[in-house]
């Protein structure tokens, strides 16, 4: 699904006439995070993917933030 949505949001830039920036709150490989390592795996095996291409063949920046909680 979220693959869709990027690729819909990113389909809907390019018939725009002014340049746009996508930005997504989640990524391709967020829910790893909600499954085992094993059950994502297979997920990635089945559709063919890797941890290499969902990331740096569908986003041109990626930043990663952390809770202000951590340490406080």
């Known amino acids: 699904m ?4 990027e690729d ?4 809907l830039a390019k018939l725009g006439k002014t340049p746009s920036i996508i930005i997504c709150d989640r990524g391709t490989v967020d ?3 909600y499954v085992t390592k ?5 997920i990635m095996d089945q ?14 920046g990626v930043i990663h933030l952390v ?3 951590l340490g406080a």
Do not use: H, N
Request: hydrophobic share 35%; proline share 3%.
């Open 2 to 5: 979220q693959i869709y949505i």
């Open 8 to 11: 819909y949001f990113t389909q």
């Open 31 to 33: 829910p790893a995070a």
């Open 38 to 42: 094993e059950e994502f795996q297979a």
């Open 47 to 60: 559709e063919g993917w890797t941890w290499t291409s969902l990331r740096d063949s569908r986003y041109d």
């Open 67 to 69: 809770t202000a909680a």
